[in-house]
T-cell receptor
Framework: SQELEQSPQSLIVQEGKNLTINCTSS?????LYWYKQKYGEGLIFLMM?????EEKSHEKITAKLDEKKQQSSLHITASQPSHAGIYLC??????????????FGKGTHLIIQP | EAQVTQNPRYLITVTGKKLTVTCSQN?????MSWYRQDPGLGLRQIYY???????DKGDVPEGYKVSRKEKRNFPLILESPSPNQTSLYFC??????????????FGPGTRLTVT
């Protein structure tokens, strides 16, 4: 089974609406990263969360890590066409040592309808 | 400008013909890693390196080799490519000797097709 589950797999949202993407694991997330990817291109770092209950915001994007450090959400307020793309969550689920790098979810495809 | 570069960006080759995808970073990062991205499977780690001359297998190392002779370079070698290695490949680097706890910077990707 996938160690890091992202939902939904795809999302079509009307421009100006809010949306939320979730990233869930049965294991503790020692470092949780959100990336954005334009189709076929590289990954752009959005935010990193480490502490339970942590919340970070940048422009219209807010990411949260729950207290148990097993679930993170990415919330976009008043979506714009520039938000379209693939959102990926990546996390260290090994044991906090981090030597193995990140495990990634399969991604959420976000489409913004004008 | 801080960046991770990969070459080539696109490559079409035939089964069995050895190839190398280069990766270079200019941020003096200790940690470097290779991923492949496939539809429905997401990003999976191939190999990683915590420092010069130190490399380890990731989740899907079969059919790949790497080397880390210099800090800035981490080439990915396919000795005998097969069609199941057709994929989008990403190189990444981060500061520190850990793959997590620090932001990973990703290269632009190399789209490889093996016929």
């Amino acid at each position: 089974s996938q160690e890091l589950e992202q939902s939904p797999q795809s999302l079509i949202v009307q421009e100006g609406k809010n949306l939320t993407i979730n990233c869930t694991s049965s294991k503790t997330l020692y470092g949780l990263y959100w990336y954005k990817q334009k189709y076929g291109e590289g990954l752009i770092f959005l935010m990193m969360l480490q502490k339970g209950g942590e919340e970070k915001s940048h422009e219209k994007i807010t990411a949260k890590l729950d207290e148990k450090k097993q679930q993170s959400s990415l919330h976009i307020t008043a979506s714009q066409p520039s938000h379209a793309g693939i959102y990926l969550c990546g996390a260290d689920i090994s044991s906090g040592g981090g030597a193995d790098g990140l495990t990634f979810g399969k991604g959420t495809h976000l489409i913004i309808q004008p | 400008e801080a960046q991770v570069t990969q070459n080539p960006r696109y490559l079409i080759t035939v089964t069995g013909k050895k190839l190398t995808v280069t990766c270079s970073q200019n941020m003096n990062h200790e940690y470097m890693s290779w991923y492949r991205q496939d539809p429905g499977l997401g990003l999976r780690q191939i190999y990683y390196s915590m420092n010069v001359e130190v490399t380890d297998k990731g989740d899907v190392p079969e059919g790949y080799k790497v080397s880390r002779k210099e800090k800035r370079n981490f080439p990915l070698i396919l000795e005998s490519p097969s069609p199941n290695q057709t994929s989008l490949y990403f190189c990444a680097s981060s500061s520190g000797t850990s793959g997590s706890l620090y932001e990973q910077y990703f290269g632009p990707g190399t789209r490889l097709t093996v016929t």
